[in-house]
């Protein structure tokens, strides 16, 4: 898991403020499908709103388990909004699909 210094944390916590929650826990808890969708969004964003709406020893419970599943970071943390950060990992480019022959010999 990447740790973020006391910058790094001042810098996204100020980033987070213009972000909208892009992924709600309801009563339903946390299922495989909303994990699903934070790992995209952490893959695509990094830096992620949550918002979960539960008690406070449930939404606890949530932030941990969303936090070891997906190997991210808690940001921060008010109210019913949980900030969560998991640094991209470097993806090798993908390969160029083959050339392919037409039937006519070709490309």
């Known amino acids: 898991m990447y740790t973020v210094n006391a910058e790094q944390l001042k ?7 213009e972000l909208k929650p892009v992924i709600m826990i309801g009563q339903a808890g946390l299922t495989e499908a909303v994990l699903k969708e934070i790992e995209l969004a952490l893959d695509t964003h990094e ?6 709406r539960a008690e406070r020893d449930d939404k606890k419970l949530i932030q941990q388990q969303i936090c070891s599943d997906t190997k991210a970071e808690l ?11 998991r640094k991209k990992t470097e993806q090798a480019p993908k ?3 083959p050339h392919t022959r037409r039937r006519d010999g070709t490309h």
């Open 47 to 52: 830096l992620i709103k949550v918002k979960i």
């Open 95 to 97: 390969k160029p699909a």
């Open 11 to 17: 810098q996204m916590k100020t980033r987070a403020h």
């Open 75 to 85: 940001i921060q943390s008010i109210g019913q909004i949980s900030v969560i950060y």
